[in-house]
C-alpha cells in the first residue's frame, strides 16, 4: 500500500485536510487586486508567474466569521 501525504489546517477551531497531491503549492499572501462584483468568499486576484489567481476567504466560504488579512494569514 503507498503512502498517502495529507495536508491539515485548522479554521475557526475544526480542523480540515485535503490529500496533499491535490495542492500545486502554497504562497505567502500578497497583495491582492480587487474585482468588481466578486462571489461573497472571493477575495480578488493575483498574479503568479504569469497566471492569474483567484484568493478564496475560505472562512467566507464555509460561513465563519471572517478576520483580519495581514502577512502571516
Avoid: W
Avoid at 495536508?7 to 505567502?28: H, K, P, S, W
Avoid at 497566471?51 to 478576520?67: A, E, M, N
Amino acid at each position: 500500500m503507498a503512502d498517502i501525504g495529507i495536508i491539515t489546517f485548522q479554521l475557526g477551531g475544526m480542523n480540515f485536510c485535503i490529500y496533499a497531491d491535490r495542492i500545486l503549492e502554497i504562497v505567502r499572501y500578497t497583495e491582492v487586486r480587487k474585482i468588481p462584483r466578486p462571489l461573497p468568499y472571493v477575495i480578488g486576484l493575483i498574479g503568479l508567474r504569469k497566471h492569474i489567481v483567484v484568493v478564496v476567504d475560505f472562512r467566507k466560504r464555509l460561513g465563519l466569521s471572517p478576520i483580519s488579512l495581514s502577512k502571516d494569514t
